[in-house]
């Protein structure tokens, strides 16, 4: 089926107390095995790239690839700009066909990130394309994002008003997350996240979660969490497949050979992570 925008799909998470897996793609095998994956488990699926994913290659060329993949599977799929670093990369993403956006100005100031969010609402919303943004920081690093080494947590009063203000269809929030590899186990402030949820009429969304255990992203889908985001795990699964079979063929020199397996190992970690969220058989 062709690409479709996140809005139905996230309010029918929101409803039914169900998360969808969001998870970020650098090449074509990635995209493959997430949306393999989701087909087999019958999961709607979001396909993110990152800005600086978009410096690897345009985003007019990781549309066309996630919209070809799409146009063959039978689930729902959509392509999501994860991190929209500025208003420009936001409308390159928008003008190239993605059918949800994300723009992050949890770097600013809180009045200056309503402002950047509300120009990217108006702009999106002209074509039916839902935004999500960021308010408070999740820490880490990864790719080209560097959210520090602590965390801002979102505080719930702010969040209602910025949800209110700037007329976001979904907003990330941070309770103790972080983006990149974890040093030790993080410890999620689940009680604010519920708090946050009381007072947020619009879905949720769970940044960071490569490494955090399956059972607290768990909770957090209870407790509200709609959308859950995984990036640095598939770069690890995608890296450890390439390793495993030049380590036995070093002499190979086909790379269909060896990224067929780093595909395979994406599919297995994405397929246990859609059953994580609990979108098995919601397509």
């Known amino acids: 089926m062709s690409l479709v925008t996140t809005k139905d799909l996230m309010l029918d998470a929101q409803k039914n107390h169900y998360a969808i897996g969001a998870f970020n793609a650098e090449n074509m095998e990635m995209v493959q095995a997430i949306i393999a994956a989701a087909e087999e488990l019958r999961a709607p699926v979001i396909v993110q790239t990152t800005p600086g994913t978009l410096k690897y290659a345009s985003p007019a060329m990781f549309h066309a690839m996630v919209a070809a993949a799409a146009s063959e599977a039978s689930v729902p799929v959509v392509m999501h700009l994860d991190h929209g670093s500025s208003y420009e990369l936001a409308m390159q993403a928008f003008r190239a066909g993605y059918t949800s956006v994300m723009i992050d100005g949890s770097h600013h100031v809180f009045e200056e990130n309503i402002e950047i969010t509300k120009s990217v609402v108006r702009a999106c919303h002209s074509a039916g394309i839902p935004v999500e943004a960021e308010l408070g920081k999740v820490g ?34 941070a309770i103790g997350t972080a983006h990149g590899v974890y040093k030790g186990t993080p410890k999620l402030d689940m009680e604010r996240l519920s708090e946050i949820r009381k007072v947020v009429s619009v879905p949720l969304v769970l940044h960071g979660t490569s490494g955090v255990p399956d059972d607290a992203v768990r909770e957090c889908v209870a407790r509200g969490m709609c959308k859950v985001n995984y990036a640095t ?51």
């Open 140 to 173: 880490g690093k990864e790719d080209d994002l560097d959210g520090g080494n602590g965390n801002g947590y979102t505080v719930p009063s702010e969040a209602a008003e910025f949800a209110e203000r700037t007329g976001v269809d979904s907003l990330a929030v």
């Open 233 to 283: 795990d598939l770069r690890i699964a995608f890296s450890k497949g390439l390793k495993e079979y030049l380590a036995k063929d070093p002499e190979v020199f086909d790379p269909k050979k060896y990224s067929a397996v780093g595909r395979e190992y994406v599919k297995e970690y994405v397929k246990r992570k859609i059953l994580v969220c609990g979108s098995n058989g919601k397509a």
